[in-house]
């Protein structure tokens, strides 16, 4: 494993605010605050033993603000953009002998403010958004229009997920809320069913007892509107099997004090959170799945049981200043990256085969991480497991997923429960900073540090930013624990 932060002027040195790789050709895409989306081709380190660099290649300009999130087509045909004022752009790959470009296809207009988030459906046809105008708008792209709009939240969504099996949406808000909808078909007349998604679960707190009494206090499971970071990216595990979500604030008890966390949710099961990964010293604000699943190692390790799956799946959790990679076969993370950046990350991705990690910061620079031909794992086919996961919730997914109970409201009463929500969603909204603001929004970084397995041969991260040398003991792994009553 090898990378580092990559000096070079990304963005005319303004915020990277999120990035994304092609799904079949590898090319980066990276946007932020200078309104433009940049092409970037990366080029391996591996045969130097050097770290890996990138080349530009093109940029794609329309954006009159700052570009919040871009993501490809899981077809790589089309690429959407969201922009600060409301902007939504869907672009399209014409390809030809010398070159690929890429055009305006359709401009998607409805939100009234900026887009912080967005996903493609499975099938390219469907889009879900979301906005600092509290609203998630699922897009028609055929028809360029408005398919249905979700409004239920209080305060902005910043982040949202489209299940990869077409069954589910989630959405996060700063409204302290996880939204999750299932699709519940309508009938149509003529072309047959038409997609609906309703509420079925709102998740925002959890019944804690309050030491020998036994009365319960609801504590709030995410942090509120004051979380220094404008993005909540949540993501679906690439066989749906389970749902990660950032952002969580989870208290051992009631007078303890809150740890920063991320919440793992069974498919089985998404009204409650199965499984916590706790111990990060900041907020954890981005969350993304490794495309590619591996096989098993066939760890012994006795607490390696957390998940029950055939295959092993990798993820990366970013926090403000650092990120951790974990993989299901392993309760402690595979490596833990700090010290990359002196401002808050804003967003992460990995390539399609699984060779590059890559993540943006606010300080207007991104970061590489190249992993060797096979480090992570020998790869499988993802169909090994759609078994699994085709027919209705299969139990396989986690062990110990017991018995967190939170807070949950059921579709049908969604709408009336609004009034009743707690009194800090009746703060007064903050507002939304420009793309110079932004900068301001600042977590100066640690030093740089990787943990790996002991029976890895990983080299450390090398980082071409001039961090101070800390005298700090190296931070223990944090350990993943499932949630008691």
Known sequence: MKGGTIQISWHDGK???????????????????????????????????????????????YHGCAVNTIRFSPS???????????????WKL??????????????LSFHRKDVLDLQWSPDDAFLISGSVDNSCIIWDVNKGSVHQILDAHCHYVQGVAWDPLSKYVASLSSDR???????????????????????????????????????????HLFHDETLPSFFRRLSWSP?????????????????????????????????????????????????????????????????GGFFKLPYRIVFAIATLNSVYIYD???????????????????????????????????????????FEDNELGEPVSISVGKKLVDGEEKKHVLEKTDELMTETVPDERSKQAEPNQDEEKQKPLQSKATGEEKKQIMQTSDELMTETKPNGEKQPLQSKVNTPVSSKPARRRITPMAIDP
């Open 15 to 61: 915020p990277v605010l999120t990035l994304d790789f092609h799904p079949v050709s590898g090319l980066l895409a990276t946007a932020g605050a200078d309104y433009d989306i940049k092409l970037w081709l990366i080029n391996s380190g591996q045969a130097e033993k050097k770290l890996p660099s990138v080349s530009y290649q093109s940029s794609l300009t």
């Open 76 to 90: 790589g045909e089309l690429l959407a953009s969201g922009a600060d004022g409301g902007e939504l752009i869907i």
């Open 94 to 107: 014409h390809p030809s002998e010398t070159n690929q470009s890429w055009k305006v296809h359709k401009s």
């Open 177 to 219: 809320t996880c939204r999750i909808y299932v699709n519940k078909p309508q009938a149509k007349s003529k072309s047959g069913e038409k997609m609906n998604y309703v509420c079925q679960h709102v998740i925002t707190k959890t019944d804690q007892q309050r030491g020998d009494d036994t009365k319960t206090v609801k504590t």
């Open 239 to 303: 066989d749906g099997s389970f749902l990660l979500i950032p952002s969580g604030s989870f208290k051992l008890s009631p007078t303890s004090e809150a740890v920063n966390a991320t919440y793992v949710f069974s498919r089985k099961d998404l009204s409650r959170p199965a499984l916590q990964l706790p111990g990060a010293n900041k907020p954890v604000v981005v969350v993304r799945f490794c495309p590619v699943v591996f096989k098993l190692r066939g760890s012994s390790s006795e607490e």
């Open 328 to 370: 299901t076969e392993c309760v402690a993370p595979v490596a833990v990256l700090a010290g990359l950046h002196y401002a808050a990350i804003t967003d992460i991705t990995w390539s399609p085969t699984a060779s590059y990690l890559a993540l943006s910061s606010q300080d207007g620079y991104c970061t590489l991480v190249e």
